[in-house]
């Protein structure tokens, strides 16, 4: 567990000010921005960034030269942002704009692109310094498989005389608009110009969104939430009761899980 207290606001923001000032005295002249990306888990941590120069083609270039301070800023800021039984976070990502304009995110489930992947022993220090609880453990860093997410359909299938079936329970009238939102306010992750035909009403305009959305866990068209809001065709009931069980929150999806998402609809 974290030795040291937690970091309240005013101190995190004293450490993301420190790596500024670190930032902007060690950075190459005539640089314009700069992202950095400090990954860690356990023992192992890397600290890359992607540097814009004023001059030139203005293209960003790798760079890494950073001072061996900076690795330990960020350290000192991810421990102090541990919080218990939720664990902390594994990447920052922070964008300095010339002079001293910055921008922090961090990602505290999906794994860090790293460069150099740890050794295993590196994720049981992580979990013995940030105990989470079994519910917040990341499937990556348990050492299981990634879950293939499950596709929900519009529909169950196609009646003798060719219009869609979907035999599921109602949306219960009360949970209809979150329901509604929840589907179609997930990220998009793949879309195509344009709209599709709706199948329940095949004569009326075509306005079936050409997306796929995801919440991580479950991929659907945007075809699932359209036919619930326009025509009251329920999702699939598991998707119905994973949503319920998110408390409709829509989630922040992980640059992972949606690639993720993307790499199981197209099957690559």
């Not at 959305?213 to 945007?222: F, L, Q, R, S, V």
């Amino acid at each position: 567990m974290s030795q040291n207290g937690p970091l309240n606001p005013m101190e995190q923001n004293e450490l993301l000010q420190k790596i500024t000032l670190l930032l902007t005295h060690s950075l190459p002249p005539g640089w314009g921005e700069c992202q950095v990306e400090h990954r860690s888990a356990g023992s192992h941590h890397e600290t890359v960034g992607v540097l814009r120069r004023v001059t030139g083609p203005g293209l960003p270039t790798p760079y890494d030269d950073f001072p061996d301070e900076l690795g330990r800023l960020f350290e000192q800021l991810r421990e102090g942002m541990y919080a218990p039984g939720l664990g902390t976070w594994f990447t920052a990502l922070f964008k300095l704009t010339f002079p001293f304009t910055y921008e922090v995110r961090y990602d505290r489930e999906g794994p860090p692109r790293w460069q150099t992947p740890p050794p295993a022993a590196a994720l049981e220090d992580e979990l013995r310094r940030f105990p989470r609880d079994p519910e917040h453990v990341p499937e990556w860093l348990a050492g299981r498989p990634a879950r293939e997410m499950p596709i929900a359909k519009p529909f169950d299938g196609t009646a003798p005389d060719g219009r869609p079936q979907a035999q599921r329970p109602e949306v219960p009238a009360g949970e209809l608009d979150a329901m509604v939102d929840y589907l179609t306010k997930c990220p998009i992750v793949l879309a195509a110009r344009g709209y599709d035909t709706d199948l329940v009403d095949p004569a009326g305009a075509k306005n079936v969104p050409l997306t796929y959305h995801t919440d991580g866990t479950w991929i659907w068209p945007g075809a699932v939430g359209y036919y619930l809001r326009t025509h009251n065709v329920p999702p699939e009931p598991d998707l119905v009761e994973h949503i319920r069980r998110t408390g409709f929150r829509v989630p922040d999806v992980p640059e992972d899980a949606r690639s993720a998402a993307v790499s199981t609809i197209t099957g690559s």
